[in-house]
């Protein structure tokens, strides 16, 4: 199984603030890596998908980078709504795999 | 607009089948590149991959589940199902389905479409 290892676990930052969550896989993953945003009590939402790909309504101020094993999300200016758990997604192959989560919270 | 839709018995006890249902709206699963995923997760904890069921009836399963996973579809009336048979109070969770999808110019691109999720309890 590739494991999905996310980073940091819990991020701590301002409204303003540029910020950038990282994820990990266990194995050459290439372009298949998603990332989802979700809030408690919601279903998770998906914010970019292969790699870099922005889902349909979702900000421009988040975007998405990295190849192979290492990828980034990031966020270019925090709003209030952004504050919540992120999880990074693997679907290039069998089983997928979740990363365990960076929880967002607010400085 | 697609849409999905949980639903499942709330509450069973150990070592019973849990069966799930998820009806959805806006595609089909007879669609060439269409297919339905189950996800669970533990209150306050990550998310599982359990299962993947393709239009062409391909069928994914998490190996951590070994065999006690089944998942099928009724296209006829957009419905997916999942059970897990002798469950435990491990199996706890909110169990999510979701749609995947091949799309001919980008790809697979992974669950873009979730339900609102459905709380199953496992207790004695």
């Known amino acids: 199984d590739i494991q999905m290892t996310q980073s940091p676990s819990v991020l701590s930052a301002s409204v303003g603030d540029r910020v950038t969550l990282n994820c990990k896989a266990s194995?050459?993953?290439?372009?298949?890596l998603n990332w989802y945003q979700q809030k408690l009590g919601e279903a998770p939402k998906l914010l970019i998908y292969?790699?870099?790909n922005l889902q349909t309504g979702i900000p421009s101020r988040f975007s998405g980078s990295g190849s192979g094993t290492d990828f980034t999300l990031t966020i270019s200016s925090l709003q209030p709504e952004d504050f919540a758990t992120y999880f990074c997604?693997?679907?290039?192959?069998?089983?997928?795999?979740f990363g365990s989560g960076t929880k967002l919270e607010i400085k | 607009q697609v849409t999905l839709k949980e639903s499942g018995p709330g509450i069973l006890q150990p070592s019973q089948t849990l069966s799930l249902t998820c009806t959805f709206s806006?595609?089909?699963?007879?669609?060439?590149?269409?297919?339905v995923g189950w996800i669970r997760q533990p209150s306050g904890k990550g998310l599982e991959w359990l299962a993947n069921?393709?239009?062409?009836?391909?069928?994914y399963y998490n190996p951590s589940l070994k065999n006690r996973l089944t998942i099928s579809k009724d296209t006829s009336n957009n419905q997916a199902f999942l059970k897990i048979t002798n469950v435990d109070t491990a199996d706890t969770a909110t169990y999510y389905c979701?749609?995947?999808?091949?799309?001919?110019?980008?790809?697979?691109?992974?669950?873009?479409?979730w339900g609102q999720g459905t709380l199953v309890t496992v207790s004695s």
């Open positions: 979701a749609r995947i999808a091949i799309v001919v110019t980008t790809g697979a691109t992974g669950f873009a479409y």
């Open positions: 806006g595609f089909s699963l007879s669609t060439y590149g269409m297919g």
């Open positions: 069921i393709w239009w062409d009836d391909d069928k």
């Open positions: 194995q050459n993953i290439n372009k298949y």
């Open positions: 292969n790699t870099n």
């Open positions: 997604f693997q679907h290039n192959s069998w089983p997928l795999t």
